[in-house]
């Protein structure tokens, strides 16, 4: 079982920051793509952005400039700094890593349980 839990979010005001973390656990062989999507009401579930296990990253493009992802290999962790935040940016935000259990397993997809991020006015 892999378990990815999400902390960070909260509500904060246009303009502010906030800093989410993710971390993985469980029976885990490998790490691959780590990634955060957002969904906000009434919407779809879209990608905010993603980093590989060497660190290359891509942005959605309504947050370049303002967010930053990171992730510590060794702590099997996914972050995302979020700077700048606008209303639009309110969602549930969710952690996504792509695993492999052990040698024979099959990558998938892990998700958390979401957290929500709420940007005032």
């Known amino acids: 079982q892999v378990q990815l839990v999400e902390s960070g979010g909260g509500l904060v005001q246009a303009g502010g920051s906030l800093r989410l973390s993710c971390a993985a656990s469980g029976s885990i062989l490998s790490i691959n793509n780590m990634g955060w999507y957002r969904q906000a009401p009434g919407k779809q579930r879209e990608l905010v952005a993603n980093i590989a296990s060497g660190g290359s990253s891509n942005y959605a493009d309504s947050v370049k400039g303002r967010f930053t992802i990171s992730r510590d290999n060794a702590k099997k962790a996914v972050y995302l700094q979020m700077n700048s935040l606008k209303p639009e940016d309110t969602a549930v935000y969710y952690c996504?890593?792509?695993?492999?259990?052990?040698?024979?397993?099959?990558?998938?997809?892990?998700w958390g349980q979401g957290t929500q991020v709420t940007v005032s006015s």
């Open positions: 996504n890593a792509e695993v492999k259990r052990s040698i024979y397993a099959q990558w998938n997809y892990a």
